[in-house]
C-alpha cells in the first residue's frame, strides 16, 4: 500500500446533474488526513465552475462512519503558530461546502465526530441514517473545535445545546439531531444514499438559475439587518426576470405544462 492509500482518498462520481463525493479512508472512519483536505478542496474547486451541475452529495465509505474528523495524529504534531494555519485550513472547508454555488447535501452514515460535524455543518442540507451520533469531543483532547463548529453549531441549535456538546464532548443521536434541527430527515441506513439522490434529483428539475439565487440570496442576508436582507432578496428577484427561465416557469404553469429550464 502506497503512502497516498495510506491517506485516503476523496473519491468522485460525476452523474448527469449531481456528484457524489465520498470520504475513503474506512480503516480509519474515514477522518480527514491532510491530503484528504487538500483534495476535498481541490475537487470543491473544480467542480464550483460545472455550470451543468444542480446539486452535491457528500458522504462517507462504508457504514460506520461518515467522518471521524481530523487525524488525531495530525493534531498532536501543532504548535501555536502552526496550529492556526491548520483551524484556517479546515474552517476554509466548511466555508466552501456552505458558499457552493448549488445545494451541499450531506448523506451521514455512521459516526459524525467532530470535523465530519463540523463539515456537516457547512451543507446546505443534512441528511442522516438513524445509527448516526453527532458530536464535538475536542474538549476531551485539551481544545475546541477548529474547522467552524464553535460558530456554525450554536448558529444552527441554539447556544444552550451547543454548549452542552462542546463542553461535554457527549455526542446526540439522529433523533436528537433531528428533534434539534441539525438535519433535516433521519432514515434507515439502506435507504440513505437513495433518498439523497432523490433530493438531488428533485432539485436539479427546477431552474438553476433559482436554485443558485436561493443560495445566494441566503448567504448575503444572514448576517444583515431584516431591511438590508430584504433589499437583498428584491434585487435578487428582480435580476431572474431578465432570464428565460423566469418567462419559462410563469409560461408553463399558466399552460398547466411541466417547464423546460435551461438555465439562461
Known amino acids: 500500500m502506497s503512502d497516498l492509500d495510506k491517506n485516503g482518498s476523496i473519491k468522485v462520481d460525476q452523474r448527469k446533474s449531481w456528484a457524489l463525493i465520498t470520504f475513503s479512508r474506512p480503516e480509519k472512519l474515514n477522518a480527514l488526513s491532510r491530503y484528504m483536505k487538500q483534495e476535498l478542496k481541490r475537487v470543491l474547486t473544480e467542480l464550483r465552475s460545472d455550470r451543468d451541475l444542480r446539486a452535491l452529495i457528500l458522504t462517507g465509505e462504508g457504514e460506520r462512519a461518515f467522518c471521524a474528523g481530523t487525524d488525531i495524529a495530525d493534531l498532536a504534531a501543532l504548535d501555536e503558530t502552526n496550529a492556526k494555519e491548520f483551524a484556517r485550513e479546515g474552517q476554509s472547508l466548511g466555508t466552501s461546502l456552505e458558499s457552493f454555488p448549488v445545494p451541499?447535501?450531506?448523506?451521514?452514515?455512521?459516526?459524525?465526530?467532530?470535523?465530519?460535524?463540523?463539515?456537516a455543518l457547512g451543507c446546505h442540507l443534512r441528511i442522516a441514517s438513524i445509527n448516526v451520533?453527532?458530536?464535538?469531543?475536542?474538549i476531551k483532547l485539551g481544545i475546541i473545535p477548529e474547522y467552524g463548529?464553535?460558530?456554525?453549531?450554536m448558529r444552527a441549535i441554539g447556544e444552550t445545546r451547543a454548549f452542552?456538546?462542546?463542553l461535554t464532548g457527549e455526542s446526540i443521536s439522529a433523533a436528537q439531531?433531528?428533534?434539534f434541527?441539525?438535519?433535516?430527515?433521519?432514515v434507515e441506513p439502506a435507504q440513505l444514499l437513495s433518498v439523497a439522490e432523490s433530493l438531488a434529483d428533485k432539485i436539479a428539475e427546477f431552474s438553476p438559475l433559482a436554485i443558485r439565487a436561493c443560495l445566494e440570496a441566503v448567504a448575503q442576508g444572514r448576517e444583515?439587518?431584516?431591511?438590508?436582507?430584504?433589499?437583498?432578496?428584491?434585487?435578487i428577484f428582480g435580476r431572474l426576470f431578465a432570464s428565460k427561465d423566469a418567462l419559462e416557469g410563469t409560461r408553463a404553469f399558466l399552460e398547466k405544462r411541466k417547464p423546460a429550464f435551461a438555465g439562461i
Do not use: Y
Open 177 to 179: 439531531a433531528e428533534q
Open 181 to 186: 434541527d441539525l438535519i433535516n430527515r433521519v
Open 149 to 153: 463548529g464553535t460558530q456554525r453549531l
Open 224 to 235: 444583515l439587518p431584516l431591511d438590508e436582507g430584504l433589499a437583498v432578496e428584491r434585487g
Open 104 to 119: 451541499v447535501i450531506a448523506a451521514i452514515n455512521g459516526i459524525a465526530a467532530g470535523g465530519g460535524t463540523e463539515l
Open 164 to 166: 452542552h456538546m462542546m
Open 133 to 138: 451520533r453527532f458530536s464535538l469531543p475536542a
